[in-house]
C-alpha cells in the first residue's frame, strides 16, 4: 500500500512536471511569436501612417510647365515643318497644363552634336492633371532649356538646366 502511494506521488510530479513543461514551452512559442509579431506589426502601422500622410513639400519637385518656344517647329497640315499654329493646340483648363510633347526628327540634326532636332506634332500636344506636376517636353529624350533644344542622348550633353 505505501508502494501504490508513492506511485501516486511520482504520477502527480511527472503530471506536475508535464505541466511545467508544456507552460515553459508555452511561453518559449509565445516570445517567439512576440518577437517576430511586433515588428512586422510596427512595421505595417509605419507604413500605413507614411501612406496617409502629407507628402513634405520641400521634397515634391514644383510642377514644371511646359512651354512653346520661339525655336520650336510644328509639323502642319500639308507634311512640312514650320511656325506653330497655336490655335490647334488645346486650351487646358486651370487644374491642367499643357504639354508639346516634341518627338525627334529623323532628316533633321545639330550639327555640334549629331543630336535630332525636335517638332512639334499636334496630335501629341496633350493637357495634364496638376497633380502629375510636369511633362518631359520631348519624348523620347529631355529638354535643356540653357541649351535651347531638345537633347535624345543626355550622356553625350552637359546641361545646366534641364527640365
Not at 510644328?74 to 497644363?97: E, I, R, W
Request: charged share 20%.
Amino acid at each position: 500500500s505505501t508502494h501504490s502511494i508513492y506511485q501516486t506521488t511520482d504520477q502527480n510530479n511527472n503530471k506536475s512536471s508535464s505541466f511545467e513543461r508544456l507552460i515553459q514551452i508555452y511561453y518559449i512559442l509565445t516570445m517567439i511569436a512576440q518577437s517576430l509579431l511586433y515588428p512586422a506589426i510596427l512595421l505595417l502601422i509605419a507604413l500605413a501612417r507614411f501612406s496617409e500622410a502629407e507628402p513634405d513639400i520641400e521634397s515634391v519637385p514644383l510642377k514644371t510647365a511646359d512651354r512653346l518656344f520661339p525655336w520650336d517647329e510644328c509639323l502642319n497640315d500639308n507634311g512640312h515643318y514650320g511656325a506653330c499654329d497655336v490655335s490647334k493646340f488645346p486650351t487646358c483648363p486651370d487644374t491642367q497644363f499643357i504639354c508639346y510633347n516634341r518627338r525627334p526628327r529623323q532628316d533633321k540634326f545639330y550639327a555640334d552634336t549629331r543630336q535630332p532636332m525636335f517638332f512639334i506634332d499636334y496630335r501629341t500636344v496633350f493637357c495634364y492633371p496638376d497633380s502629375w506636376r510636369g511633362c518631359s517636353s520631348c519624348n523620347p529624350g529631355r529638354l535643356c532649356v540653357s541649351a535651347n533644344r531638345c537633347i535624345l542622348d543626355e550622356q553625350e550633353i552637359a546641361c545646366e538646366n534641364w527640365i
